[in-house]
């Protein structure tokens, strides 16, 4: 047996298109992740803004109040529909990412919360690094006109399998975050997010299967599915990469879902192989994981 993953678990990546409709999003939401579970996950992620078109101009309006928690249906109807569908599903739920309003602030963030199998909050996580990119000739896009960030790394103890970590889309380029998460005994790091066809097509693959090498984890990418029609034109591509950095699972640009059984002896495998774990030189350079981390907002 894994001392990170106590018993095998079935993940499933859903890969699903967001319109304008709330309501409908969240409904269809449901339905995947209720067939997801019918077909063995115990671990259900959504994709980054699940509930609601992404761009700059929907957050403020699809923007939902999450603090103080609880928050009422009024407040936040996918809170509510998340806690419902872990509850039905009998998973655990990520659920991807909404945009969220906090009163104290006057600001917006980018949210993901994780459920139990009961329906219980057990995480929040605010997108840390925010997507601020200009590539000439190709997208500009400054998620900083509209959101702040997060401040603090988020690990997850769900009590039969392990510890996982969860940060969304450009967070995955800071390998800090990816680092401190594996020292800290995380099996699993997942990461709802929207690449485009620009940065998809570069980097997507690459640095889910660099955070999986660097840190003999399991690495889940889930995104949410290309629609043409819409502002912004997601990659797709959810995928799951192994510690060993081999893509165990992936789909197309497509709706769909992503199945793959995760084994802690994967991870043991692995470390002993190339066992960088009792090979690193903490006398040369510091350790990320030490000093100064946050994990509190």
């Known amino acids: ?47 980054e803004c699940f509930n609601s078109p992404y761009g700059t101009k929907y957050f403020p309006k699809y923007a939902e109040t ?67 990119i200009d590539i000439p000739g190709k997208i500009t896009f400054r998620e900083s006109e509209v959101l702040s960030p997060g401040n603090k790394i988020t690990l997850i103890d769900l009590p039969e399998y392990g510890r996982i970590a969860v940060a969304i889309c ?24 929207a690449f485009n066809m620009t940065t998809g097509k570069l980097h997507w693959e690459l640095q889910a299967r660099a955070r999986a090498m660097d840190n003999q984890v399991y690495v889940g990418l889930c995104s949410p599915a290309r629609d ?26 497509k709706e769909g879902i992503v199945y793959a059984e995760l084994q802690g002896e994967k991870i043991e495998e692995t470390r002993k192989g190339i066992p960088i774990y009792g090979q690193r030189r903490f006398d040369v350079y510091p350790d990320v994981s030490e000093k100064g981390v946050k994990y509190e907002e």
Not at 29 to 41: D, F, H, I, M
Not at 174 to 184: D, G, Q, V, Y
């Open 1 to 47: 047996m894994s001392k990170l993953l106590k018993k095998s678990v079935k993940l499933a990546l859903v890969q699903l298109a967001a319109g304008a409709d709330k309501s409908a999003n969240l409904s269809k939401a449901r339905s995947k992740v209720l067939e997801a579970t019918s077909n063995g996950a115990n671990i259900v992620v959504l994709p």
């Open 66 to 132: 999450l603090l103080p928690s609880p928050p009422s249906k009024e407040q936040s109807p996918s809170f509510h529909a998340l806690s419902e569908m872990a509850k039905e599903s009998k998973a655990y739920l990520i659920g991807g990412s909404i945009p969220e309003y906090w009163e104290e602030t006057k600001k917006y963030y980018n949210t993901s919360l994780t459920f139990d199998p009961n329906g219980k909050l057990l995480a929040t996580h605010r997108k840390v690094h925010l997507f601020d």
């Open 170 to 193: 450009y967070d995955i380029r800071f390998s800090e975050l990816a680092m401190i998460a594996a020292r800290k005994d995380a099996f699993l790091l997942l990461y709802p997010g």
């Open 228 to 253: 043409m029609e819409a502002d912004y034109h997601a990659w797709g591509h959810s995928m799951v990469v192994d510690p060993m950095a081999e893509i165990v699972a992936e789909t197309d640009e």
